[in-house]
């Protein structure tokens, strides 16, 4: 795994709290709130992959230190749920929702068209590293079925032509 | 804060409120904001101030409209009219219309069956009051209840109120609350907890995320009735990360909840303390299951384990523990204020009250509805949605989600009851009611549920692990123009298995789709096998085949 923002050295020793890095401060003050205690893991890795985007290696460790949990613990709980990824995301976020209304409504049509156009799977980033592709479970948007979220902004009411220009526009720059 | 306290805040707000003769409530909800209705509350704001109308009309952000097709929805709270798919540049129009005749091209009829028929309980303040002040919900008569509770009732008379009124839980096994609460407060020890289960999985279903949108305040009483019946100090709400504006407006609605004293020590200036926190779920379905729930909280993965012991003994780090759902707490301020003979007043004789759908899919008014227990399913699908889109033919109604079962039309004159689901092979579930019509190809939405519940299976017992898995290839397999006939006695073996042998209520009700289209619209199934025909037209691979 690559590690990016916080000192590669980082894991295994004692003193295995990254160097000073301004995205550690919102993890540090979430494990604080919880005064360290195991039970805020689930919130921690939240505050983890809300600052880096997701959850590196190192950071879990030292998350993994502070909160005196098992690293093999910390490992499972993040693979465990889906809200948490491995992986560092692409420039551009594109979330479809699989949710059954908007399967009805067609969603799984647009998920194969982005597969076909831009060749990436639910999970995957595009090889340029400019657009990632996930699937939601329910966005509770129902209403606007078929909906997604693109880069934090719900969008309802999608077809697959609306869906890969806009992932077109930003894999060119144009947006 | 005192009960008198309590009436002052009230009385204040409904004469600031009476102060402007033009109230305009725009819809702030998930649904509504995602068509933009945040920036048109902001541009009617601006337009009212630039017309200096500022002591003459009031723009407020409120909760769940309901009819979320037809968003952003605005209403005149004076005039009681409703406008639908407004846009930034009507604003000016909706302004001069004020006092007048309604913009004519917006009228959203609300003399329909959609508005109409419902009777609203949980959703009563959804669409009036602004969700984040929690001035609003006391001049609803909110916090009543609690205020009654502490200072007129000893918890044994909440419980036996609660159990008088009947309330079954919402979550979708429709245990009874009473008898719940009975047991917390029957358990032996001096920590005790109350749980909110917000963690609304179940695709298609927005019923809970809507209530703690539109309505925070009322789940917080309810949770901390409960807190006061069953002898508990401290409350968790446990949401979907996925939520970030429901999570938002609780938290919000908890810190005021603190400032007014209707929440955390001597509250109501009694001896009664109670908190509540909020926990983050991770995206895993499972977590609606209790025992996995917990587990979450305490910071673990979401697996279940056996019960006995139930959380009600043995829950949150093993103190006793009262798990219920959103609408089930948000019941609970009004059984409290207005009696549990009042609310066993609605409903049918063994399901009480009213539930909230979410009514989706192929059906003209998509939305949030909540109708009186017992109401037909044609009522639901026909009067109250509207009927099918593109005058298309219904094939089946969805309910309980991935543990739901697909209901043909010829039931559609049933009750929708605990009893009477459970009777056709389905469940109340959560809430979540899908529309599907003959577009829709039975097996692959037999596919699509069994693909999630794969997904989501923890993966600690292996009837759940192995036998979704093995569900989904041979539905893949059907759907993919390669089924063969042993495949549905081999479908149905599976099921039969898994309902009998999994450890808990994910594996045990995941074959339920697919036992219910099996059932139901065992043709369909036929034709993919026998004729290579997709009936629905839905099957890629069978229709390139052709």
Known sequence: MKNEGVHPESGGKESSKPVEDHRLRLVNRTMQLYRNESHALIETLHAVQESFGYLEEGVLKHVANTLKVPLSRVYAVATFYHSFTLKPPGEHTCVICLGTACYIGGSGAIIDAIHEEVGIASGETSPDGKVSLLVARCLGSCGLAPAGVFDGEVTGKLNSAHVLETIGRWRTHEY | MNIEDLHQIARMEQTQREGFQHRINVCVAAGCLSCGSGQLKEALEKEVSRRGLDNWCKVKGVGCLGLCTAGPLVSLETAGTYYQSVKISDVSDILEALGGKPVSRLVCPVDTAFFQRQVRIVSENCGRIDPERIEEYMAESGYEGLSLALSQMSPQEVIEEVSRSGLRGRG????????????????AGPTKFIVCNADEGDPGAFMDRSVLESDPHRVI????????????????????????????????????????GVLGNNIFNTSFNFTIKVRLGAGAFVCGEETALIASIEGRMGRPRPRPPFPAEFGLWEHPTLINNVETFANIPPIIRKG???????????????????????????????????????DIVYDIGGGIPQGKRLKAVQTGGPSGGCIPERFLDMPVDYESLAKVGSIMGSGGMIVMDETSCM???????????????????????????QIYDILSKITANQGSPEDLAMLEDLCDLMKSTSLCGLGQSSPNPVLTTLQYFREEYLSHIHDKNCLAGACKSLREAK
Not at chain 2, 176 to 181: E, F, Q, S
């Open chain 2, 221 to 260: 009483e309810g949770m901390t009735v409960a807190g006061y019946a069953t002898g508990a100090s401290q409350g968790f709400i446990y949401v979907r990360a996925e939520y970030p504006l429901a999570v938002k407006r609780v938290r919000l609605a908890l810190s005021q909840a603190e400032h007014m």
């Open chain 2, 172 to 187: 979708g096994a429709g245990f009874p609350t009473g008898l719940k609460w009975t047991a917390v407060s029957k358990a």
């Open chain 2, 340 to 378: 549990g003979r009042w609310f066993a007043g609605i409903g049918t004789e063994k399901s009480k009250g009213t539930k909230v759908f979410a009514l989706a899919g192929k059906i003209i008014n998509t939305g949030l509805i909540e109708v009186p227990m017992g109401t037909p399913l044609r």
């Open chain 2, 443 to 469: 097996v692959d939405v037999a596919r699509f549920f069994m693909e999630f519940c794969k997904s989501e299976s923890c993966g600690k017992c292996a009837p759940c692990r192995v036998g979704t898995r």
